[in-house]
């Protein structure tokens, strides 16, 4: 939870297009907005980042269009429709639901205000307009509490502030919600939510309202009887006790899953050495991960999944102090890498990544400077999507269906924890010309799931052939958190 906003500096910014920049690299976005102050981004269904400009103007939202050649490096801002009146908050659920429409809900700040408000809109990118959506009944707040997709593709958004706890399930079509969570342990409070590879939900307790030292509780939540249910001991405790004053404030760092079924959980402690653990969804199980050197952690902070499947993350000392670093876990060790030039000057705190469809990660840091990162390796090959059905001639403006395996990838990619969510566990849809090597998205919906990991189960998503793209002799992919499948041929009327 961010009580305190923290003045952004001037970072240099970095984006890398469907070819690859070489290795382990910062590269500066060629367009920067013009604007500052971009925080939250989310990676739509047609290709396009929305990008939240907070504080100021928070009721703004832009939009990160690649070019031609697929490249966000030389891609192009615009500004898309606002915030319906009255909500203009930062810090808040949100998520892309399988319609291809983007929600958020609530806002630790509402124009400027700490108020935990429980408002919420959702975004219609085919209209570029936005609706209200009423909150669940008898509640109170929202604020900065987490929200996820569930693999049946129903958003589960949870209420920060109250007890007993809350949360509830939105119905996408009626915007209504109903109950769910019962049997939660504690408050949802600062604490994130990881989707497993069987479908149930991983969350780590933050102990607020049932504060004990060394409190090293976990809990899973399963969709289809909508109870939570303990997942044992973290081992080492992962909250913060201590705070920048002395007293808890119960942060707690970016839990990310990997392809080999496990999930990198961070710590924020600030009272030492920041502590990670590490959770076996194969057998439902904890073990303690290396602890962070030099009394480094992630009280808030950015973590996601590399296509070469490695955490990347970045930490800060204290609480919420500079300078930051990156890190690097690959499933043995943690590992520093090369950090963006500004980094010395800003907290983990400050930090955004979202996984881009060519592979990269997209970084933002509440200024007008936005970069992107090039992970060093690349993907197993069978991590791949696969495609087993699909047509072999399309025509712009129409709808098709694609039928294949591993559609929504391993994980659900980037994460933050409470303050904001960016999950990309869904199918893009690329096509490239042979000709003129020109690259088009088409917006993809109605995905068959948003399950992570789902192996050989057949899956499918629903693509639109944009109007505008050029005809003749193409390739066709589909691309999950990044990593692509092999190449289709199709050609385009």
């Not at 319609?99 to 935990?116: L, P, T, Y």
């Not at 994460?415 to 088009?440: C, E, G, S, W």
């Not at 050989?456 to 693509?463: C, G, L, Q």
């Amino acid at each position: 939870m961010r009580r305190l906003f923290q003045a952004s500096v001037s970072l240099a910014s970095f984006l890398i297009g469907v070819i690859f920049a070489p290795a382990q690299v910062w590269q500066p976005l060629k367009n920067q907005p013009t604007f500052g102050g971009l925080g939250a981004i989310l990676l739509l269904t047609d290709g396009t980042v929305m990008a939240h400009r907070e504080p100021v103007d928070a009721q703004n939202w832009y939009k990160l269009t690649p070019d031609i050649t697929g490249s966000y490096v030389n891609g192009t801002w615009s500004q898309i429709a606002s915030l319906p009146s009255g909500y203009s908050p930062y810090f808040f659920g949100s998520a892309i639901l399988p319609d291809g429409r983007m929600v958020m809900e609530g806002g630790e700040f509402n124009n400027g205000v700490e108020v935990w408000t429980n408002q919420g809109a959702i975004y219609d990118p085919l209209k570029n307009e936005w609706a209200s959506i009423a909150p669940p009944n008898g509640w109170n707040y929202i604020g900065d509490a987490t929200a996820t997709v569930l693999p049946n593709g129903t958003l589960m958004q949870v209420d920060c502030c109250d007890e007993p706890p809350k949360a509830a399930l939105l119905n996408a079509a009626t915007l209504t919600w109903t109950p769910t969570g019962s049997g939660k342990f504690d408050i949802y409070t600062r604490e994130g939510l990881t989707l497993l590879p069987n479908g149930d939900v991983l969350d780590v307790d933050t102990y607020v309202f049932k504060y004990t030292a060394n409190g090293k509780n976990s809990e899973v939540y399963n969709p289809g009887t909508g109870t939570w249910s303990l997942a044992g001991s973290t081992v080492v405790q992962l909250w913060d006790s201590c705070g920048g004053k002395g007293t808890a404030n119960h942060e707690i760092g970016a839990a990310v899953l990997r392809p080999d079924g496990t999930v990198f959980a961070t710590g924020a402690n600030s009272c030492g050495a920041g502590h990670t653990a590490i959770y076996d969804s194969n057998t439902g199980t904890w073990k303690a991960g290396p602890d962070f050197p030099d009394k480094l952690n992630i009280a808030d902070g950015p973590a996601a999944l590399e296509t070469n499947g490695k955490v990347v993350m970045m930490a800060s000392p204290d609480f919420r102090m500079s300078p930051s670093f990156f890190f690097e876990w690959d499933g043995k060790s943690l590992k520093k890498i090369p950090r963006p030039p500004n980094a010395p000057y800003e907290s983990s705190f400050n930090g955004h990544l979202l996984e881009l469809p060519t592979g990269q990660l997209l970084f933002t840091d509440f200024s007008s400077d936005v970069e992107v990162f090039t992970p060093k390796g690349t993907y197993t090959r069978a991590w791949q999507p696969t495609v087993t059905s699909a047509p072999s001639k399309l025509t712009r403006g129409k709808s098709y269906i694609l039928r294949g395996t591993q559609f929504n990838g391993f994980s659900q990619g980037a994460m933050y924890n409470d303050d904001f969510q960016d999950a990309t566990n869904f199918p893009l849809v690329r096509i490239v010309n042979d000709a003129t090597k020109h690259v088009f998205y088409c917006r993809t919906h109605d995905h068959s799931t948003m399950a992570v990991a789902t192996g050989s189960k057949p899956v499918s998503t629903h693509f639109d052939v944009p109007g505008q793209m050029e005809t003749g002799h193409s390739r066709l992919y589909v691309v999950a958190n990044g990593i692509p499948s092999a190449p289709v041929a199709v050609i385009v009327h």
